[in-house]
């Protein structure tokens, strides 16, 4: 048998698993402890520790998901801010955010 020469079992192509498809989450949505973490920038344990102490988080099935906004509003409450926290990831603007921060954190002037 020539070397140059294949077998019909290399000449097919692989064949790729078919995948079910993926169901159409908003970006907003967190997916997994590890995701919900990654966010808050902590490890997934103390993502948990803080879910059992009152984090806001939904079970769906099997998964554990949280929405973003509810997770910044319940940081500011935690943090007896007046507005929901902002937290940074690596798409945010990070002048505005300061902007903002300064804005909350200044003394509102009594009008007398």
Known sequence: MAKNKKSARQLEKPVEKQRAPKSQEAPDTLKGWTAI??????????AQRWARDGMPVHREGR???ANRAELEAWLGRESNMPAPAHVMTSSTDLSEAIKQSLRAAKPQKSSQ
């Open 37 to 46: 973490g990654a966010f808050l920038g902590l490890p997934p344990a103390t």
């Open 63 to 65: 998964h554990t998901t």
